[in-house]
């Protein structure tokens, strides 16, 4: 107890900056905030939840995403927040007052996250409110866009890629165990367009931020990555101001 409380008082003493992780589908940009957000005692804020919250939400009110004005009037109807689940130990996302976290996992949504992400005015509304949850610095966020457009200020940039093969695997067995009729052909598709889309759209594409550090994770372990990113932080934290 009192390690954790000395531990808690020299975070809060510390120098805060803010980590961008970005990168392709199936890197384990996620994996990689989480650790990064627990380690440093700093807020998560997993911006594709928010995108696919949005998406669940289009899907399940037949919202024609093509139609510009409907996509205005259902970006009115929509409230994002992310809550802090003491079971998971992790912050989860709401979608109008509902825990969406594990329902916006589902290769229904992942098959139309990328086109929905891709409209200018989403963007618009995602980027306003993760602006927001960033002036006070000390978080974590990964996404597509985050170092390029949402914080291209940000204190440390990394952005993640790995071998398409390892990607598809790694998205592969993470779908299987919630739904065993899915096949590798159809993850290997589905990461395919989701690249093309991600960086082609028109509106803040998929790039490495000038700035930003590349990790290959293809032959890291998990710890292994985690430990380089830790490293990047820390010294970027204890950098005079």
């Known amino acids: 107890m009192l390690i954790a409380l000395k531990l808690a008082f020299l975070q ?3 120098r805060k900056i803010i980590v961008t992780i970005d990168g392709w589908s199936s890197c384990g940009k996620s994996t990689l905030a989480k650790q ?3 380690a440093l005692g700093y807020v998560y804020v997993d911006s594709g939840a928010m995108y696919r919250a949005i998406t669940l939400y289009f899907l399940r009110n037949h919202i024609d995403w093509t139609d510009l004005s409907a996509v205005k009037q259902a970006l009115k109807e929509i409230s994002l927040e992310f809550i802090y689940n003491s079971h ?3 912050s989860e996302i709401y979608l109008n007052g509902e825990n969406v976290e594990y329902v916006i996992r589902d290769l229904v949504v992942a098959e139309k996250v990328s086109e929905v992400a891709a409209i200018k005015e989403v ?3 995602a980027v306003a409110q993760q602006q927001k949850m960033g002036k006070k610095k000390g978080i974590v966020m990964d996404g597509r866009d985050i ?3 949402v914080f291209p200020n940000a204190e440390l940039k990394i952005f993640m890629t790995a071998d398409n093969a390892v990607r598809v695997e790694r998205r ?3 779908l299987y ?5 899915v096949t590798i052909d159809e993850v290997k598709a589905n990461l395919e367009m989701r690249d093309y889309i991600d960086s082609h759209r028109e509106a803040s594409p998929l790039r490495q931020a000038e700035d930003a550090i590349l990790l290959d994770n293809t032959n890291l372990t998990e710890k292994e990555q985690f430990q380089k990113a830790l490293q990047w932080a820390h010294t970027e934290i204890n950098k005079k101001s």
């Open 177 to 181: 165990e919630k739904n065993p009729n």
């Open 88 to 90: 998971s130990q992790q």
């Open 123 to 125: 963007r618009q509304f």
């Open 36 to 38: 990064l957000a627990k």
């Open 12 to 14: 809060a003493k510390m």
């Open 172 to 174: 592969f067995k993470e």
């Open 147 to 149: 170092g390029t457009v």
